[in-house]
């Protein structure tokens, strides 16, 4: 297996036939239900189980996994982290970018000064930003063409037109 994403976690039973209530991260919600198997644990250990149904309920996923039957067996799932391989995603249109791959990613200015890395992404309705930690913490919108001048997966560094002071 590839690179391991977080893509929700499990928050608890649902019902009595083992069913599991899933808080997702994807965007839609409902995608998650399509990536299978999911990777259920933590950073030190993880079980691996195969989607075998879902559906959304309020703002919720409701999740049927093979192998987990019982309310107390979808009980002790509750709290974990739910992981899939980063193959599973559909491929991305060019410009188009998984927050899940901008995480990590140093981002240097224009000049090449470095302000630090994407420690998180946060949606903001107008755009996304990116968490940005280095010296201090920056919050910069991800705003390409206009802030974000590339973005180089490979390279692991995204430029930026921002003033390192701000």
Known sequence: MGR??????VAGAFGVRGWVKV???????DNIVGYSPWLI???????????????RHGNWM?????????RDQALQLSGLKIFVDRSQF???????????DLIGLEVRETSGRSLGTVV???ETGAND????????????????????KSVDLNQGVLIVDWDPDF
């Open 23 to 29: 808080r997702s991260y994807t965007e839609p919600p």
């Open 90 to 100: 559909e491929p991305t249109k060019p410009g188009e970018y998984y927050w899940a």
């Open 129 to 148: 930003v990116m968490v940005v930690q280095g010296e201090r913490e920056r919050l910069i919108p991800f705003v390409v063409g206009e802030f974000v």
């Open 120 to 122: 998180s992404m946060m």
């Open 41 to 55: 644990g933590n950073e030190a250990a993880r079980k691996e189980f195969k989607v075998v149904s879902g559906r």
């Open 62 to 70: 409701v999740v049927c996994l093979e192998g987990v039957d019982t």
């Open 4 to 9: 391991q994403i977080i893509a929700g976690e």
